[in-house]
């Protein structure tokens, strides 16, 4: 999980959850605290983390496993506590062809992940794990029981198996593979945990009652997903009640939407009357196995302690060392079965160039170079693990082991031992094989499949084996062809292959311990090769009903020429500027445009356009689409909260005690916390009246912008960075809602005003710094009516030509110009005005909105309470032009003037039905 920070440099989202950025980027991972947000947060440098994907035996390479390479691995970057650039991956898209000693069963899965790891050391390869991607059809024929995977712990594998679409199923494999235990059923936890050195890293979900039925996985959940900029987190659920089923229907996929819920289910019973949408978030721990899954806090916390530690650390593992350690030009790679009665089969072993050892669990296995007296020269213990992790665990009686280790110089014998007992020798004989080509002989150009030949000998007329390599850069590097072939040709398939004039393949034979090779000289590779750039689009956040227009390219990078035979895109989508049949040369390219049409759309979009052509290697190109369709809150002009609760004044000077109760009572139920009474509004309020208001009974501007801002629920929720403005009187004005009394001298800005902070969406924290809305982002304001402290009303609507405040999330104080019809008003006093009565703007002005007949700083004026939100400190550095923006003065009449006009209630079918 990467760590980024916005232009702004406030966006620090610490452990679990990281704001998206591209400004500034520290390049470590954050600290273990976890749900907290600061602007000072501790630094952890991460070790590397690197993983190879390969496909075995795939048809359909381009359509399948990329897919599930690209899925898997974007989440293992998202979801593991890694340092920038510190996950490391690589996928080959050449398959990796099963022989057939690993399609028994049991024992063919056991050499299977030997091989597959085999091959990136034969490479010079050490990634920390690899993954294989392979079909559920053959991994259920390798094993005893149907498995979307396969892992082992202790790490005597370095090989994961996943056989699904899911992007979790890498990282809850390889999760095995660092300690964590399946969370889903606790028969199968209670085993992991007995079997696991020190026990599971992980916790069984406390809610669980030991079945799969009962349990997906712990749901300790806060988190953020970076690149897709989704928050992931567990919810309790909520319950919203409507007056129709229409409503409810109308309301469904906006509160989903809104308020971050992963599920909303509408329930209508018109006999009883209810009309109710239930809404529930449940995230599960990537060790479980429902969905949608994230990661809990203390799985997060133990990986990130496991990755800023280096070396690699085995728990309760000590240190493997070498008895005698020489250093050596040469390492020997040695693999092998062993089962339970600690009977050892050594597989073909490998003498390679350069120096390199794996790191190893120590155990009861003993693997011993031994010199013509038996002398020994290098020994290294090491363990092996025979549980295969399923539900429940499988316990397997043969397991496997491949590793490397310096090779010494004089050694004559290779022996394993267990217990201290000999299970396994292997000779090392006086001569090493010796091979060349035939074919290529250099110089061809190859665009089929084609037969590769050598010829291999050895002069102790020992058995041989070979290893085949390609080379795409006339052989600085190499990659894996095939393994374990007894046969001195091998049928290439070209097409699986990149184009390239700098093709050169490498043979290793060995006769089960000494190592020949031979080079060929460089050939030609053609065939044409599709790509679209990019070929992974992402649309972050689209608004419903937009249609976006992007441009790709499509682009021949092969050496041969390119048909394109036509294209297949989701009816929602419309591809310009390319009219197929058509031909492409060699790196020539050609431009289109994709408009994304977004109307019939909602939530994750993850869709393909499909490219056919006759690129034997991608017939099928996929160009992916991703993103979320989002559902903004929008209105018509016309908002009335008609869900705020409606109280009469208890006491005669309880007017402000009264509306400040529905406005509080209004959001603190929406977040969760406990309602108010008038009484205790009234408390701790009236003695913050101006000093000359301190004979008046009832609360004064000051006193109701003390009461409002001091009962702030999410004052007590959110925590940093502006934790110091806490002991306000008022409440904290970054965190929640931002209570102010405002006054105008001009009634066109007043009105103005009223209905601007009313339409503004407020966030949890200040706007600058998270975008987050609460959970009644457009909140009432408390206004007094005809000039006098003594009628207070709360305003919870407005009707008018448009939304007043149009960028909220960049510039809160930009008005867009609207006419402004009328308000809706609650009067607390029993024989006031109403509840929820609309009045018009023209009866608003002349009757019930009156310049304030009072004894303080506030008279002459009109005066609201309301809800703008704060400017950024001036202690702070401004870096976009959108905290500039935020400097403009909001009360400059001259800018509010030209935005309003007051207009008599048209008749349109909302002001007609509010006035009756």
Not at 45 to 51: C, G, L, M, N, Y
Not at 516 to 528: D, I, L, P, Q, Y
């Amino acid at each position: 999980m990467k760590l980024e920070t916005s232009a702004l440099l406030f966006y620090i989202f610490i452990a679990f959850f990281i704001s998206n950025a591209t400004a500034f980027t520290i390049s470590a991972e954050v600290n273990n605290d976890g749900n907290v947000v600061s602007v000072h947060p501790d630094i952890v440098e991460t070790s590397d983390f690197k993983i190879t994907f390969r496909p075995i035996n795939w048809k359909f390479i381009s359509g399948d496993t990329s897919k599930i390479y690209r899925q898997n691995s974007e989440y293992l970057e998202a979801l593991y506590p890694l340092s920038e650039n510190r996950f490391k991956r690589d996928y080959f898209f050449l398959p990796h062809f099963t022989s057939r000693k690993e399609q028994a069963p049991v024992s063919g899965l056991i050499y299977l992940m030997n091989n597959l790891y085999l091959e990136e050391l034969l490479r010079f390869n050490i990634p920390d794990r690899v993954v294989g991607i392979i079909d559920s059809d053959l991994l259920n024929s390798l094993t005893v029981r149907p498995l979307d995977g396969a892992s082992f712990y202790p790490i005597n594998f370095t090989t994961v198996l996943i056989s699904t679409d899911k992007n979790s199923t890498a990282a809850h494999e390889i999760g095995h593979t660092l300690g964590f235990c399946d969370e889903y059923s606790g028969f199968a936890w209670g085993l992991q945990n007995i079997y696991y050195p020190g026990g599971c890293k992980n916790l069984f979900p406390s809610e669980c009652s030991g079945t799969p039925e009962s349990c997906g996985g712990n749901t300790d959940i806060q988190g953020f997903w970076v690149k897709k900029e989704r928050r992931m987190k567990t919810l309790p659920p909520k319950s919203f009640y409507f007056e129709s089923c229409q409503e409810a229907e109308d309301n469904l996929l906006k509160l989903k939407q809104e308020l971050e819920y992963e599920n909303c289910v509408k329930s209508c019973l018109e006999e009883e009357g209810s009309f109710e949408i239930t809404c529930s978030s449940k995230f599960y721990n990537f060790m479980g196995y429902l969905e949608p899954s994230w990661i809990d806090k203390s799985s997060y916390e133990t990986l990130l302690n496991r990755f800023s530690v280096q070396p690699l650390s085995f728990s309760s593992f000590e240190a493997n060392q070498s008895t005698i350690y020489f250093s050596s030009p040469q390492s020997l790679i040695i693999s092998g079965l062993v089962d339970k009665n600690g009977s050892v089969i050594l597989d073909d072993l490998y003498i390679i160039d350069g120096s390199q050892e794996s790191e190893i669990p120590t155990g009861p296995y003993s693997l011993k170079l031994l010199d013509s007296g038996d002398g020994v020269l290098f020994e290294k213990t090491f363990d092996v693990s025979f549980l295969l992790l399923s539900d429940p665990p499988i316990e397997l009686n043969t397991t496997g082991f491949v590793f490397t280790v310096p090779f010494s110089e004089g050694t004559h014998k290779i022996q394993i031992d267990f217990n201290g007992q000999t299970r396994a020798t292997r000779l090392v004989s006086s001569n090493t094989p010796t091979t060349s080509f035939t074919v290529p002989s250099g110089g061809e150009e190859w665009s089929a499949t084609e037969t590769v030949t050598w010829n291999a000998s050895d002069l102790d007329g020992d058995d041989l084996s070979f290893v085949l390599q390609y080379s795409t850069d006339n052989g600085l590097t190499w990659n894996p062809l095939a393994i374990d072939l007894n046969e001195q040709n091998f049928e290439l398939d070209t097409g699986y292959l990149t184009p390239s004039e700098e093709y050169k393949l490498k043979v290793i034979a060995t006769d089960g311990v000494l190592t020949g090779e031979a080079t060929s000289n460089t050939f030609t590779v053609r065939n044409a090769d599709i790509d679209v750039q990019p070929w992974r689009l992402e649309l972050g956040e689209v608004e419903q009903g937009e249609i976006a227009s992007y441009n790709a390219n499509l682009v021949n990078t092969g050496n041969a020429n390119l048909k394109v035979t036509s294209y297949n895109a989701p009816t929602n989508i419309e591809v310009f500027g390319l009219s197929p049949p058509l031909t492409l040369m060699p790196d020539e390219s050609i431009q289109f445009q994709i408009d994304f049409n977004s109307a019939r759309l909602e939530g994750v979009v993850d869709q393909n356009i499909v490219f056919y052509s006759n690129d034997p290697n991608e017939g099928e190109k996929h160009l992916f689409i991703e993103g979320t369709i989002i559902i903004l809150k929008t209105f018509d002009g016309n908002l009335h909260l008609e869900g705020m609760p409606f109280y009469q004044k208890e006491q005669e000077h309880f007017s402000g005690a009264a509306t400040a109760k529905m406005i509080l009572n209004y959001v603190r139920e929406a977040a969760g916390n406990p309602l108010l009474s008038q009484d205790r509004i009234y408390s701790y309020a009236h003695a913050y009246n101006k000093l000359e208001n301190s004979a008046l009974l009832e609360l004064d501007a000051d006193a109701m912008d003390v009461a409002l801002g001091h009962f702030d629920p999410y004052d007590s929720i959110v925590e940093e960075p502006y934790d110091y403005a806490d002991d306000r009187v008022d409440g904290n004005p970054y965190q929640g809602y931002n209570y102010t009394v405002e006054t105008f001298d001009s009634m066109k800005d007043y009105l103005h005003d009223i209905v601007h902070w009313m339409a503004y969406p407020v966030t949890w924290k200040v706007w600058w710094l998270n975008q987050d809305k609460v959970a009644e982002p457009n909140t009432p304001a408390a206004l007094p009516l005809y000039g006098s402290y003594d009628n207070w009303v709360a305003l919870n609507g407005f009707a008018a030509s448009g939304n007043p405040v149009p960028n909220p999330d960049t510039d809160p104080w930009q008005s867009a110009p609207v006419t402004i019809y009328g308000f809706w008003l609650t009067d607390p006093t029993i024989d006031g005005i109403g509840q929820h009565v609309y009045v018009t703007a023209d009866d608003a002005q002349n009757i019930y909105f009156q310049p304030m007949n009072t004894n303080d700083e506030y008279n002459g004026k009109f005066l609201q309470v309301a809800e703008p939100p704060p400017k950024p400190p001036e202690i702070r550095t401004m870096t976009t032009m959108a905290i500039e923006k935020a400097t403009i003065d909001e009360t400059s009449s001259e800018n509010s003037n030209s935005l309003i006009e007051i207009a008599k209630p048209v008749p349109r079918p909302e002001n007609l039905e509010a006035l009756k």
